[in-house]
């Protein structure tokens, strides 16, 4: 079509140059190069029409409006050539070819694929970003200066304490800054301590105290034990005004023994009223073998859930001993949503992304009526 297009449109220019007009074509020039083989392969010879002489004038208009006649046929022939020329003429006039249109129309095309590549590229940042939250890793030391990497749960809720408001006094650590909590400092004692003078515990500005009320041997027997200075420690630190909470030194290796570690909890207490909580402290011992060294995740966490329940259905607060290690590898947290946590880390802040209601945050703490040194302890408490 196009090319008996543009051969009509050659005819009609030939006879229109004989008389001097028409010599500019209103096409585009990208447009007439694409066809200009073709149009040097339409145009007839027309030589031997030329005129000379008197008849010049003459043979010129005759010519010309022979040219015009079979142009316009051609354009009939061709089923409204006519209006096709004029509608490319009218684009050209308006700047806008049909070649001119291919290119918008590709360049919408690129554009649409651009911003497509771009929404693409966008959800795949996004989706890595998500990714990348979920999968935050913690890296954190033990005791001795061992570095350990662990992923941090995000289905369990984390502590919101602000790190600039621990504030360190010699050997007294207070919480500042932060209107949401208040703080009391307590310790904790076994018979390792030996007769505690409380009247002066209270009076260095200790406020409450966990006792060792029991353990279980970590050797292969695993004897239940009591401590033997519970009862005097109880009675006297009552008296000079502490708050006390009990803990005991758990090694159960299977739910059952768990259990039985409960119970014998409860049968010491005899119903002696508490302010504070009753913790299941689990623990191995570095440089130590243990009858809990090679529990697994899972049983560890059974366990727990077996003492502080029989804790809980006998009318005292279950509480839960951990560092960092046992948050990262021996319990799994997210069944222990609705257990307050006692933490232990001795680093200047605290390592463990996740909520904790007490801090031990020194084993070598020195206090008037202790001998030796004693675990301190921060209490942070909502207001």
């Known amino acids: 079509m196009k090319k008996y297009m543009y051969f009509a449109g050659?005819?009609?220019?030939?006879?229109?140059?004989?008389?001097?007009?028409?010599?500019?074509?209103t096409r585009s020039d990208a447009l007439m190069t694409d066809i200009t083989d073709e149009k040097e392969a339409a145009v007839p010879a027309d030589d031997n029409l030329e005129p000379s002489g008197a008849d010049e004038k003459t043979a010129l208009q005759t010519d010309d409006e022979g040219a015009q006649a079979d142009g316009t046929e051609a354009r009939t022939d061709n089923g409204k050539m006519a209006s096709q020329e004029d509608s490319k003429e009218a684009r050209a006039d308006n700047g806008e070819t049909a070649s001119q249109a291919a290119d918008k129309e590709a360049q919408v095309h690129d554009e649409k694929a651009q911003a497509d590549s771009a929404a693409a590229v966008q959800s795949q940042q996004q989706s890595a970003d998500e990714q990348s939250e979920e999968k935050q890793i913690l890296?954190?030391?033990?005791?001795f200066g061992q570095s350990y990497q662990a992923e941090i749960d995000p289905l369990v809720k984390k502590q919101d304490y602000k790190r600039e408001g621990f504030v360190r006094e010699g050997q007294k650590l207070s919480y500042q800054g932060d209107e949401r909590y208040r703080f009391r400092l307590g310790v904790d004692v076994s018979y390792h301590q030996g007769t505690v003078d409380w009247a002066k515990v209270k009076e260095a500005g200790y406020d409450f105290?966990?006792?060792?009320?029991?353990?279980?041997?970590?050797?292969?027997?695993?004897?239940?034990?009591?401590?033997?200075?519970?009862?005097?420690?109880?009675a006297q630190a009552r008296a000079a005004g502490l708050d006390v909470g009990v803990y005991f030194f758990s090694q159960a290796v299977n739910e059952r023994?768990?259990?039985?570690?409960?119970?014998f909890v409860l049968q010491l207490l005899g119903g002696i009223d508490l302010q504070m909580p009753v913790v299941y402290d689990p623990e191995k011992l570095p440089g130590v073998q243990t009858r809990v060294d090679d529990l697994s995740r899972e049983q560890f966490t059974q366990n727990v859930l077996t003492f502080t329940r029989l804790i809980r259905e006998n009318g005292y607060e279950p509480m839960l001993y951990s560092n960092m290690l046992f948050e990262a590898y021996e319990y799994d947290l997210t069944q222990l949503s609705?257990?307050?946590?006692?933490?232990?880390?001795?680093?200047?802040?605290?390592?463990?992304?996740?909520?904790?209601?007490?801090?031990?945050?020194?084993?070598e703490g020195q206090v008037d009526g202790i001998s030796g040194g004693v675990d301190l302890n921060i209490q942070l408490l909502p207001r």
């Open 10 to 25: 050659i005819v009609i220019l030939s006879g229109l140059c004989l008389t001097g007009c028409g010599a500019a074509d």
């Open 139 to 143: 890296d954190f030391v033990d005791i």
């Open 209 to 234: 105290a966990f006792l060792r009320i029991g353990y279980r041997g970590y050797g292969e027997a695993g004897r239940l034990c009591e401590d033997t200075k519970f009862y005097d420690n109880f």
């Open 257 to 263: 023994e768990a259990a039985e570690e409960a119970e």
């Open 338 to 363: 609705d257990l307050d946590i006692w933490y232990a880390d001795y680093e200047p802040y605290p390592q463990t992304p996740y909520a904790f209601a007490i801090w031990q945050y020194t084993n």
